[in-house]
């Protein structure tokens, strides 16, 4: 099966944006992500990434597949996530990990990404969603998936809805978290 993850996420993502909505791609990499979510019918997307690589193939595919309308809604973000400016998101979202066919050595780390999510849940709007991606394939990303399970599970139930998908026959697969505030 094709990455089933990345599917059952596209579809929560394109149900859940609405025309008006900013929307935070938080490790935009080589921009697929980015680009799937620039089609939706959203009012801004913000996509961020640490290494410079990245920001710049982000831009070249946001350029060779979108219309200069829709390139304007993108704004491109050249920095850590650990925080966010002070806006209102309807959907922040992490896919985590390095960048593929990257330097293997940046990758997401547990301390900056627990950082990160936290930061996310005090900029969400009412029934706002963060979607994040493990990959629990590789060392740093075990951490990952182990740090931010727990860290989901001790959010309020009275403000936060958890929902975690993962293979239950192939452990080392991609998870998925999708959580939403419902204040
Ligand atoms: C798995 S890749 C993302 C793939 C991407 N969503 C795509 O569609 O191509 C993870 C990305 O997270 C970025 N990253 C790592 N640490 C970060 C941090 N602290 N802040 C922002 N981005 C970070 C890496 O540079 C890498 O590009």
């Known amino acids: 099966m094709k990455s089933p993850h990345l599917i059952l996420a596209k579809e929560l993502w394109e149900k859940h944006v ?4 900013l929307v935070i791609d938080a490790t935009c990499g080589n921009g697929h992500d980015t680009l799937f979510l620039a089609k939706l019918p959203l009012r801004q ?7 410079k690589e ?3 193939a982000t831009r070249a595919a946001l350029e060779k597949e979108l219309s200069p309308k829709e390139q304007r809604r993108v704004l491109l973000k050249h920095q850590s996530h650990q925080s966010f400016e002070k806006i209102e998101a309807q959907l922040i979202v992490y896919n985590l990990g390095y960048l593929p066919k990257g330097n293997k050595a940046i990758t997401t780390k547990v301390e ?8 996310a849940t005090q900029i969400l709007a009412p029934n706002g969603a963060l ?3 493990c990959y629990p394939g590789h060392e740093e990303g075990a951490k990952e998936k182990t740090a931010i399970l727990q860290w989901a599970t001790n959010l309020p139930s009275d403000q936060w809805s958890v929902c975690h998908h993962e293979w239950v026959n192939r452990p080392s697969s991609p998870s998925l978290f999708w959580i939403v505030y419902q204040p």
């Open 131 to 133: 979607s994040i991606t």
């Open 18 to 21: 609405q025309k008006d909505d």
């Open 112 to 119: 900056t990404t627990l950082q990160s999510v936290h930061a």
């Open 45 to 51: 997307l913000i996509a961020i990434d640490l290494q």
């Open 54 to 56: 990245a920001i710049e």
